[in-house]
């Protein structure tokens, strides 16, 4: 289960904040490790200082929560994020949403659309104003069927069985296909979910012209995490979202992490 070894991206604002935030809250539960990271370009001595600056204003936001702080030199923020959690052997990269997007919706930056599509490591976008509540709630799996998913429904079911917390498995009709396949391919996945852990999954199927249509109607708990499959043109062990996913992701009112291709 993802949550070993949290990086979070942190910089001083409401985004750096809402992440800094929710990797305390993933490690809290996980009893892992966690790593606050400021990333800075090269030949920028000025802003080598405001990193350090950032991280020491991260480390009074977490008072007692132990965390190790870390600026790293990179010329890009996803970059330097990727490289760094490759180096401390990070499993999950946390990241806020970007400025100027909606409140309560993830707005993804260059940082986190770096991540999203060549991450080695899974990767988690809080939404604007995110407070994580003290535990968690359910987790939720964007399915589609495919191989890519079919893995990842084992994944999320072993992680909700280690957390106690029930899964639900969502698919979104979005008036293209026959819903009767729609259902039929998730009933399978709950099937796949019971044979692997024994857990009983909840399922649902969406139904809109569109992504937010669809989602508008489901219902999300406070302390929910929605996940979603890497794509199938993702790279062994890397993420990549898809246009489908990403539409997803810019509509969910809760965190969403992106596994890679391959994760285990």
């Known amino acids: 289960?993802?949550?070993e070894h949290v990086i979070v991206g942190y910089s001083n604002d409401p985004g750096g904040r809402d992440a800094l935030a929710l990797g305390a809250a993933i490690t809290r539960i996980t009893g892992g490790e966690l790593t606050v990271a400021s990333i800075y370009p090269p030949g920028s001595p000025g802003l080598a200082v405001e990193a350090q600056a950032n991280l020491a204003h991260a480390a009074e936001e977490l008072g007692i929560v132990p965390a190790e702080y870390m600026?790293?030199?990179?010329?890009g923020t996803g970059r330097g994020l990727s490289v760094l959690a490759s180096r401390i052997r990070a499993d999950l990269i946390v990241l806020g949403s970007a400025s100027g997007g909606q409140y309560g919706r993830i707005a993804v930056g260059s940082a986190a659309d770096h991540l999203l599509h060549r991450s080695p490591e899974a990767v988690m976008l809080a939404p604007s104003g995110y407070v994580p509540p003290e535990e968690p709630a359910r987790l939720t799996l964007a399915y589609v069927h495919r191989p890519q998913c079919d893995a990842a429904v084992e994944r999320v079911a072993q992680a909700a069985l280690r957390l106690d917390v029930p899964l639900r498995l969502i698919t979104l009709d979005l008036r293209t296909e026959d819903q009767g396949k729609l259902r039929d391919d998730l009933a399978?996945?709950?099937?796949?979910?019971?044979?692997?852990?024994?857990?009983?999954?909840?399922?649902?199927?969406?139904?809109?012209?569109?992504?937010?249509?669809?989602?508008?109607?489901?219902?999300?708990?406070?302390?929910?995490?929605?996940?979603?499959?890497?794509?199938?043109?993702?790279?062994?062990?890397?993420?990549?979202?898809?246009?489908?996913?990403?539409k997803v992701l810019r509509s969910s009112s809760c965190p969403v992490t992106v596994l890679p291709r391959g994760f285990s």
Not at 225 to 243: I, K, S, T
Request: contains cysteine; negative net charge; hydrophobic residues 50%.
């Open 1 to 3: 289960m993802i949550g």
């Open 188 to 246: 399978l996945a709950v099937r796949l979910a019971w044979e692997s852990t024994g857990l009983e999954a909840e399922s649902e199927v969406a139904e809109g012209h569109d992504v937010p249509a669809a989602l508008k109607d489901v219902e999300w708990l406070p302390g929910e995490l929605l996940v979603c499959a890497a794509g199938e043109d993702a790279q062994p062990h890397r993420v990549f979202l898809g246009e489908l996913a990403m």
């Open 71 to 75: 600026a790293f030199e990179s010329r």
